[in-house]
């Protein structure tokens, strides 16, 4: 495959099921390729920092937003979810730093982008949409006994 040729592609596998959150994780996937563009095509520094920026920028939000819904779910695995999170973006930001001064980016970086966010969102998220759904289920459960008891007296 040659460096012209992206290998950062969403996959419908990656879906969790919560359309919110899988339009964010694909937009992370489409900003990776964009990233993965700017070091195919040698771009200079003002193109790359711009890329990275947005990754940085994006991640961000979109880490936030997650971490707000887990703890309105009360997921019990949030503190160990969120620092995975701590740990990436402080990737991204020393590689924004290093961009800043000169460096350019590798594609061990990217490797490492495009691998971190699969194997993040196949099982780290993946695991509280599963607790999301098991306690949603849970509660439909209880409010039809209770329903029934009422109803059958
Ligand atoms: Fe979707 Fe935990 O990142």
Known sequence: MGLSQSTV???????LGLAEIDEQHKFLFHLIDDIWRAVASKADRDAT?????ELERYTVTHFAAEEAFMREQLYSRYQEHRAE???FVARIALERAGVKA??????????????????????TDRAYADEFRDHEKAAMQSSLAKFFKRFLG
């Not at 000169?102 to 196949?122: M, Y």
Request: net charge positive; aromatic share 14%; proline share 3%.
């Open 9 to 15: 592609a969403w996959s419908n596998d990656y879906a």
């Open 49 to 53: 920092m711009k890329v990275i920026a």
């Open 102 to 123: 000169g460096k350019p980016l590798s594609l061990e970086l990217l490797h490492f982008l495009r691998d971190w966010l699969v194997q993040h969102i196949r099982f």
């Open 85 to 87: 999170h701590e740990k």
